[in-house]
């Protein structure tokens, strides 16, 4: 066969194998199609699929298959990230900041510190930091990756439990709104190239210059407009980054979160956002996938990863019990907001891709805290829907009697 015709059976592959799991196992209860696809993705790498079968392993994947699925996946996972920041209501965050701000920063907070001392254990080990990694590098970005919130995914999964226009769903945008700002401003630290400042100076400078000539001229525009020019910003911004040394999934996420999302009809941008996960997200969840690596019977591999969930867990509702004390929340609150803050999906895949690509943690590293990511998006569903439902009719309860 031909790189063409490999790369299409590759495609066959991405979009049919996770869509026939999903659809006759009947997993969307407790692994919405997201999650399948991204588990997907794991086991068709080389962890998986690669050991079972390395000679057909080896002939669908290809160096040529490869390179071209990682651009597709380059500039999938740049809309997302683009349309994730454009999500952040900031005018909302400020007009609730006293409960905002303290919701978020114990949300973000106290997992941060569990992270980090679930980092700490395993500096003591080799194989988990990379080569290019500093201890402090390591031990924040670990910390980090235990904090995230993935703010999309999030939105699915309150679209999923119907509470997303509801106040409650409201509230969780908001926390999770502000935790966003402060990953990717952690990661921008994090990723700092003392030898390369000149030039991430200059793309911050170069940034801060452009961004209110690219809101006046998006202001004046059309809407057909907007769409286009939206694009030539989030690749501008995408290179300006990567060429900087920050990683263009930082300039991606900047492109959105200057862009105001009354610029472009709702529904157009509900579009996109699901044509996005339908049609090129699946290729990211595969590339990732790819970089997945671990030994038949590595055990470590699943420990860490477990040790990092409960580190990511328990960091959460801990962070959200604190919050409710100190805001005096309703009873079973506090459990609600902290399990579904920690929903994790596609953002700690997205930084977990630039600690590797930056060579922080090694691909065993990668591959524990993906299993993470998957397995606390995957019990959020689960351990929410019981308690959304007692709270409703501990309500209806409530109504009746008064």
Known sequence: MNTTEIFLLAMLLIFTAPYLVWRFCKTDYFAPLVIVQIIGGIVLGPGVLGAAFPDYYQFVFTAPVVQSLNGIAWWGVMLFVMLAGMELDLKKVWQYRRESATTAGFALG??????CAAAMLLLGYQGWMGVKGKNWQFLLGIGMACAVTALPVLVLLMEKLDILRQPMGQRL?????????????????????????????????AFAVLTPLFRRLMARLGEDDRWYVSLIWLALCGFGADWAGLHFMV????????M???????????????????VLMPVFFLSTGLRTKWDAGSYPVFFVAGLLLLASVGGKLAGAHLAGKMLKWKQGEASIIGWLLQTKGLIEIIFANILLDKQIITSDMFTALLLMAAASTMLTVPVVQPRLHRESHAGLMQQASS
């Open 260 to 278: 105001d999302a009354h610029w472009f009809e709702q529904r157009k941008l509900d579009m996109l956002f699901k044509h996005v996960l339908l």
């Open 251 to 258: 300039g991606a996420f900047l492109a959105g979160v200057v």
């Open 173 to 205: 945008l908001r926390y999770a709104s502000l935790d966003d700002v402060a990953i990717w401003g952690v990661l921008a630290i994090i990723l700092l190239d003392w030898e390369r400042m000149g030039r991430q100076a200059g793309f911050l400078l």
């Open 110 to 115: 106290v997992p941060l510190l569990f992270g």
